[in-house]
């Protein structure tokens, strides 16, 4: 069943993540730094506070999805239809350009710095190995999606803890992979940033690289 309140719910929960979460890089690089422990707390404390707080205000609405990676699966599992999974994921992304949007217009030269917030490629940590970006990617939106599911589809998940769980598994995410990755778990978040930026690098290096490496 279509459900335009629940696309619209799905697009400013988004434009709350992609605003708040490269909001935190680009504030991050104002004081200087490059990449220290401080700035990846700062930068993960400020995505899992994000989720949190959409998932608390919308999940009422639409479920907050607020990810392709969280629709398709419900897709897949029938949690929702294939019409109204299009229609999440086309308002996710849309969500998710106007807040990459928003941010260039507001901090156009700091927030170039940064590329509004776009993630990066595998990094010199793990020898900017395209295979082992795409594992580490891989391992962390499985434990991100079934934390979901655990948490707030399951009938005998425990109420009201779905928002605090989530956001902190997001929040752990970013905290191990940030300097791994980038942490790139939602592709959402990594195509607006990347759409109003132009740097499409981490997508060439996970997705596009990879698939040519195995051709």
């Given amino acids: 069943m279509v459900n335009p309140r629940a696309y619209l719910a799905e697009a400013i929960a988004t434009y709350g993540l992609v605003f708040f979460g490269p909001l935190s890089v680009i504030v991050a690089v104002s004081f200087g730094e490059v990449l220290t422990t401080q700035s990846v707390l700062f930068i993960a404390l400020a995505h899992g506070g994000a989720i949190a707080l959409m998932i608390y205000a919308f999940g009422h609405v639409s479920g907050a999805h607020i990810n392709p990676a969280v629709t398709i699966p ?12 299009i229609g999440y994921i086309i308002s996710q992304l849309i969500g998710a350009v106007a807040a990459a949007a928003t941010l260039k217009a507001i901090l156009p030269e700091l927030g170039a710095k940064v590329n509004f917030g776009t993630q990066g490629g595998p990094s010199d940590l793990i020898n900017k190995s395209v295979e082992s970006g795409f594992a580490i990617e891989a391992v962390l939106t499985f434990f991100l999606v079934l934390v979901i599911f655990m948490t707030a589809v399951h009938k005998k998940a425990s109420p009201g803890w779905h928002g605090f769980t989530i956001g902190g598994m997001v929040f752990l995410i970013h905290l191990v992979a940030i300097p791994l990755t980038g942490a790139s778990v939602n592709p959402a978040r990594t195509f607006g940033p990347a759409l109003i930026s132009g740097f499409w690098e981490f997508l060439n290096y996970v997705y596009v690289k990879k698939a040519e490496k195995e051709a």
């Fill in 74 to 85: 419900m897709m897949i599992t029938r949690k929702i239809g294939i019409t109204d999974g």
